[in-house]
């Protein structure tokens, strides 16, 4: 797993909540905007964009993920 130090943590909000998420080739990460030392989920590039585009085709936006 990637250092906070070695990732750019970008802010991501929806309606009411906020997250960060951060990417390498292979894995994103996403934790709490209000808990940043927290816990993560890490997941697959392919399982993240997977998830992106079944949230999509929910007529969700996604661009801001």
Do not use: H, N
């Amino acid at each position: 797993m990637q250092t906070d130090l070695q990732l750019r943590w970008r802010k991501r909000c929806g309606t009411s909540t906020c997250v960060e998420v951060a990417t390498t080739p292979s894995t994103t990460y996403v934790r709490d905007s209000e808990e940043p030392l927290g816990d993560r989920l890490a997941v697959s590039a392919s399982a993240w964009s997977a998830f992106i585009a079944a949230v999509a085709k929910d007529g969700i936006p996604t661009d801001r993920y």
